[in-house]
């Protein structure tokens, strides 16, 4: 099974290395702390299966940047993690996943990989073990 391509959008650098030490041996994590940067990288390769922002963010909402992303390809799937905004304000992409601070690493995990197609009996065992090592949350 291939590992699901995540780009993760996040200013916070300390919060860069939580995501790639959880996450980064079960996706192939790109993370960048500038939406401007993460938009102008999906532009010239949107070959991402899962596209997760954080909300809170200097030049640019993480809504924005989901919209952005979403008006170059339809289909992408997307979460928007949020700590400060209350998720019933937000106006985000439809189908957009909306997580609050702090969440289950685990819930991300499974998110990157129900992203890879087809979801047959190798990624539900892989989200069984991934729900069992990954039961830590983020603030």
Do not use: W
């Not at 980064?24 to 997760?52: H, M, Q, W």
């Not at 979403?70 to 992408?76: A, L, T």
């Not at 189908?95 to 990989?113: I, N, Q, W």
């Amino acid at each position: 099974m291939r590992k699901p391509k995540v780009l993760l959008v996040e200013d916070s650098e300390d919060l860069i290395e939580i995501y790639q030490f959880h996450l980064g041996k079960e996706v192939d994590l790109t993370a960048r702390s500038n939406p401007e940067d993460a938009l102008e990288l999906y532009k010239c390769s949107p070959t991402f299966d899962v596209v997760i922002s954080d909300q809170v963010m200097p030049k640019m909402t993480g809504e924005e940047f989901l919209k952005a992303v979403r008006s170059i390809n339809p289909k992408q799937a997307m979460a928007l993690v949020t700590g400060s905004v209350n998720p019933d304000e937000l106006n985000v992409p439809e189908g957009t996943k909306v997580m609050s601070k702090p969440m289950s690493m685990k819930v991300l995990v499974r998110l990157c990989l129900q992203s890879v197609e087809p979801v047959g009996p190798r990624v539900r065992q892989a989200l069984t073990v991934a729900s069992e090592a990954f039961s830590t949350s983020v603030d």
